[in-house]
């Protein structure tokens, strides 16, 4: 059997601010910190939707698709620098930002940063797109380049004794 050179240097968060959000956080940056890593914290602006922003926009709101992403992106800056970061002390972290579909950006971004590795929150949508096309974390399992740690929700978190 050949020898396998496993380094895990470069490892992405996947955070959609959610409840899941803080659970995956504290497993990646765990992770960074045991491994000697970099930790990457990618926040993906989800594309479904941006057409009726523009719909909008066309009919006068006075809102359009790119002053929308604009004002996301800076709220989810803010909340990056103020929740997390500050937190990564020791660690070299950065945070990303992609707009588009969430899985197929995730993959893209885990390519174009040679990660190591993901970590991600699962979260069922439960609805019906959800059932019949499968969720965003189903098809990054299927798709990544690399090892996915899958990390359960804030109840399956194990609370200090």
């Known amino acids: 059997m050949e020898a396998c050179d496993v380094k895990l240097k470069r490892i992405v ?3 959609d601010l959610s409840s899941y959000s803080e659970t995956t956080f504290l497993h990646a940056l765990t992770l960074a910190k045991a491994l000697g890593g970099e930790l990457i914290l990618l926040n993906v602006i989800n594309s479904r939707g941006l057409e009726q922003i523009e ?9 359009s698709k790119d002053q929308y ?7 989810r800056t803010e909340e990056f620098n103020k929740v997390y970061l500050p937190r990564a002390e020791g660690v070299p972290c950065r945070a990303m930002f992609r707009v588009g579909l969430p899985w197929e950006q995730i993959i893209k971004a885990l390519k174009e ?19 019949l096309f499968g969720s965003t974390a189903d098809k990054v399992f299927r798709h990544a380049p690399c090892p996915v740690v899958s990390v359960r929700g804030p109840e399956h978190c194990r609370l200090p004794e």
């Not at 992403?69 to 709220?75: A, G, P, R, V, Y």
């Open 13 to 15: 968060a996947s955070m």
């Open 55 to 63: 719909r909008l926009g066309a009919q006068g709101f006075g809102i």
């Open 69 to 75: 992403i604009d004002t996301i992106q800076k709220e």
């Open 113 to 131: 940063e040679k990660a190591d590795l993901l970590v991600m929150g699962t979260k069922g949508r439960g609805n019906l797109a959800g059932a």
